[in-house]
């Protein structure tokens, strides 16, 4: 009995292991801090000690003095302090307190994929995130250090003294790419503040592989001080949460159509302003439909009258299986906690009109599914109709920096027929170049994607809340990424997909493709008499002016307005030159407009910070401190535009 009650057994925590991005830079990390531990038995002046520590501490002289007359037993009065704050409390040599070092955790680059690495607890355990779901990884194996101590808790010299060390935590390498998180950060921050949304995504994907690049989410929160931020910041909305799609559903629809051989695209439609079905009616987006199309036609428009009739003459019983080999209305898989399924209405299951039901789905209304659904979905579309399971973590590593466990590339399942995929790619290249996504063009590297602006289901009907959404991928012809960019609820005055969300996926794909060293193609341009009629919707009146000027043509509108959202004749017609181009636009009030600061000078965290409170959009050239920039400082410019500084060494 004796020996039992001089042994004292300490814990030696285990060092959790560090997470590294793809190209092995350290995102989380343990370093040793020191930990004030308090033995009440120990004889000692609660009133003074508390004044002695109060001014090394963030407690007041009141609340030291607390803890110490209310505390029964052994406790932790602080963490993670550091060095030269510990060295100033061990000189004060009060009895009962002992200074401890542990391992803490850090996160260096702060904010940076914070909604992917999640956060450890204080005791080195892994609360959220990567740093929860592969916690068994990264914790190590405790050690244990046993001594004899006198009544005092001293060490008794000669004692008995056994010391077990702990096995630290393996090192995870992440799929995620520093720099390509930057500029997604970078970009939907800006988004957010100047549209006024609720929140932003921006999610980027490997298609060949389901390695996720990029993983942006705003708001966010720092790790380091995660206890600052609401709960609901530190959600990762690309597999926790759901919404309704909108248009970009309308992908999936086509594939199912075209797979099954119920349409190619010539096929003619028609688009009125409704369609009675069902029991129900379906409305067109633009509120007076399109008339005679072709499927392409319909793509290119997105023309909700097609995509219902199409679904309705599919009907669900072969509709169904298609979009659940999509993976819609089931879990992708990935090595994440808190996935949702999402939902898809199963055949014969819908309570009541189960015909409009699935008109609407067509659509893409009365479904939802989570961001990285949606993404991996349309991922399959350019990896010749096989979809990829999705990961985040690439190799695990022991502390040794051996590899013990590597994550290989997995084809889920062939969705559709690789004949399939490619004419979606096409179709999907012809809605950039001659249909609503004209904004997310990127010179020289042959953009394909789809927009969205879906309405918000609120109490059994929709709301006048939007999210403005665009996904896509780049090269067409051989993607290298495939990207989503989604804003939930933005406050301007123009909400579509169109216009918010295709510019910035302009950008970061841009961005992207020139980091990855991905090859621009120069287009030839034929020299004729005849000239193409450029894409011009979704664009600003000055920028329609300005291409159709360019390209030899002349204009026309009844009623001016913010931007163009239809044009005759359509984009990709041949017309003589000096042909008149009848614009039609969205009945928008004007945009506001903010003054150009000088940046000349700032570092590039200064202005990426100051250029998104203006919310303008930033284009970096290089690196280091700004040296030019291609707006002059006091030049009046709309909110979202793009501003391009220079930076150098």
Known sequence: MALGQRLRPETIDAQRGIIYDRNFKVLAMSADAYSIYVIPSDKRDPAEAARLLAPYLTLSEEEIKNRFENSSGNFYLARKLEPKTAAKIQELAIPGIRLVSRPQRFYPQGTLAAHVIGIAGIDNQGLEGIEYYYDEHLRGIPGRLEQERDASSRTIPGGIQEIVLPQNGKDLILTIDSVIQYIAEK????????TQSERGIILMVNPKTGEILANAIYPGFDPNEYQLYPVVNRRNIAV?????????FKIFTASAALELGITDLQREFFSGSSWSVGGGSVRNWNGYGLGQITFKEAMERSD???FAQLAVEMGPERFYPILSEFGFGQKTGIDFPGEITGILPKPGEVRYGETIKWANIGFGQGIAMTPLQLLMATAAVANDGKIMKPYYVAEVHDEYGKVIYRTEPQVARQ??????AAIMRELLRSTVVNGTAGRAEVLGYRVAGKTGTAEVPEKGGYGDERIASFVGFAPADDPQIAVLVALFYPQTDNRYGGVLTAPIFQTVTEQTLEYLGVQRVQASVEQTTMVVVPNIRNLSLPEAKDILLRNNLRWSYEFEGDYVMDQIPSPGSRVPRNSMVNLFFYDDENLKHVTVPNLIGRS????????????????????????????????QIPVGSVIEVEFIP
């Open 304 to 306: 909700n009258i097609t």
């Open 415 to 420: 969705v559709i027929s690789e004949e399939t």
């Open 604 to 635: 590039m965290r200064d202005v990426s910070t100051i250029v998104s409170e203006l919310g303008l959009r930033l284009k970096i050239v290089g690196s280091g401190m700004a040296v030019s920039q291609t707006i002059e400082p006091g030049t």
């Open 240 to 248: 926790t949460d759901q919404f309704e799609p909108g248009s970009t």
């Open 187 to 194: 970009e939907i921050r800006s988004a957010v503040i100047s």
